[in-house]
């Protein structure tokens, strides 16, 4: 019997090529107070199989709830493919989740296939729209869920935010964790987030918005948990996927000296990792850092204009993002930096600030790698949002819209040669340097990649995209294998 289906939408992300998908974490984690007490089913449409098929068997039990995961974005448009295909077939309630910005909610609750939203965190929220439903009660007036009453939207009042470190452990056993163990250089990984949110004043970031306080698990239940994952799971690598490991410096040395102590065979990489963060590291604590298993590490630069990271206020600067590079590449660590381009008011000198930057750090540290470069787009509630509305840029209008945003908002917003190289710069990015080699066990993808480096090298340092027929090649690919780009 099937009390509650929940439903992981497809995505269009080049690390799928490369792997297998990451966990639903979202789904994990709503279910962490409902799985006790209800039969909970996860279908995740990025496995291979057939979703529908599934969807079906599971709405023959006459679930209480269909639930939704998606976030802004390309991923949209798989969360409506699953949504009318549900529809086509049940009246069962349906209910998104991940959409965290009003405007946004608000044009999803227009879309006839979705009849409420979970906005922020939903481990409690979800649960007491199930409750409701499983008594026969309209949901409706709960705090953080957005509904519908007679074709108007109610809007919620807001719930203060979970303590995280008392929520149950994720349910591991509704999913198949063979099928998300990715392997990579190191072995087969598997995510884990240890804290939400983070207290920076980045303009460009969601986190200011649903995020901004800053909550952890204990150092002790971090361990425990990066133990049990080698000891029940297999797990050779633990990816932590917070947003800002070291707001507690203190928290983060613990967890070190714990896996140092109890001679853990598990490596790490830590996903959200600040220049700030490394300055107020010493020399030992780095050292101790990889003593704990940590391999890699991900930093944020996002620009190599100094006037572009005031701008976005990042509170770092070029010179102290070299400088710490500089240290990294005396260590055994790796180091994954992100950038970001087409900022507004970016100009193409500052974008070849950028590209100099990330060539410099690559030149200057073997272990470095990018991630490839993202193409800016605002989001509803941030700094930048507001910017652009005040410019009078024209931003999505419906759910479809945000759907391809970040198309439609390239095409709306730039011009002449600054459009023309975002997305090329984005795509070439992925190939620069060795980070594919780091990530996926194919032999035969590492010798293609190696082949076409130094034409990608080429490219991204000249900005030269003419006749760049391999992303004809490489999105064909994608179309194939993962359906709508």
């Known amino acids: 019997m099937t009390d509650i289906l929940l439903i992981q939408p497809r995505e269009i992300d080049a690390d799928q090529i490369l792997n297998l998908p990451s966990l639903p974490l979202g789904l994990l984690s709503v279910s962490t107070l409902l799985h006790r007490d209800y039969d909970i089913q996860i279908v995740d449409q990025r496995l291979p199989g057939n979703w529908q098929a599934s969807i079906l068997e599971a709405l023959e039990a006459k679930p209480l709830v269909v639930g939704v995961t998606c976030l802004t974005g390309h991923q949209i448009h798989f969360a409506i493919e699953v949504s009318d295909f549900v529809r086509a077939h049940s009246d069962v309630p349906i209910v998104w989740g991940g959409l965290h910005f009003p405007v946004i909610i608000e044009q999803a609750l227009a879309h006839p296939s979705v009849d409420g939203v979970v906005s922020g965190e939903g481990e409690q929220t979800f649960l007491e729209v199930v409750q409701a439903l499983a008594a026969g009660r309209s949901p409706g007036g709960i705090p953080c869920y957005w509904s519908k009453e007679d074709g108007a939207i109610v809007e919620p009042p807001s719930r203060p935010f979970l303590d995280f470190d008392s929520l ?5 056993h509704l999913v198949d964790l063979k099928q998300y163990l990715r392997f990579r250089k190191d072995g087969a990984s598997i995510v884990f987030e240890s804290s939400r949110g983070c207290p920076n004043r980045c303009g460009f ?3 200011n918005f649903y995020s901004h306080r800053w909550r952890a698990m204990s150092a002790e239940r971090v361990v425990e948990n990066i133990l049990r994952f080698h ?18 410096k203190k928290r983060a040395h613990a967890i070190f000296e714990s896996l140092v102590k109890a001679g853990s065979p598990v490596t790490l990489d830590l996903q959200g990792v600040r220049v700030d963060s490394l300055e107020r ?39 102290r993002a070299i400088a710490q590079n500089h240290r990294l590449s005396k260590t055994e660590t790796y180091v994954q930096y992100n950038f970001i381009t087409g900022f507004p008011t970016e100009t193409e000198a500052e974008m070849k600030e950028t590209i100099e930057l990330a060539l410099r750090l690559l030149k200057n540290n073997p272990k470095a790698m990018l991630n490839y470069f993202c193409v800016f787009s605002p989001l509803p509630g941030t700094e930048l949002y507001d910017f652009e509305k005040q410019q009078g840029k024209q931003l999505p209008q419906s759910i479809e819209e ?67 027929v391999e992303k004809w090649f490489f999105d064909r690919l994608n179309r194939l294998s993962f359906g709508r780009m």
């Open 205 to 207: 970031c969601a986190c």
């Open 231 to 248: 000891r029940e799971f297999g797990a050779s690598m633990v990816v932590i996927v917070d947003d800002n490991f070291f707001v507690d």
């Open 281 to 319: 590291m010493t020399d030992e604590e780095l050292t101790l850092m990889h003593r704990a298993g940590v391999v890699k590490i991900n930093v944020g630069i996002e620009s190599g204009s100094q006037r572009i990271l005031e701008f976005i206020k990042k509170d770092i600067t070029v010179e």
């Open 168 to 172: 149950p452990d994720l349910p591991y």
């Open 402 to 468: 945000w759907a391809d945003y970040d198309r439609i908002y390239l095409n709306r917003r730039e011009t002449g040669d600054i459009r023309k190289t975002n997305v090329p710069l984005n795509f070439v990015s992925l190939f620069v340097d060795r980070k594919i080699e780091y990530y996926s066990p194919s032999k035969l993808l590492h010798r293609l990649v190696s082949l076409y480096r130094p034409v990608a090298r080429y490219r991204f340092a000249r900005q030269n995209f003419n006749f760049l």
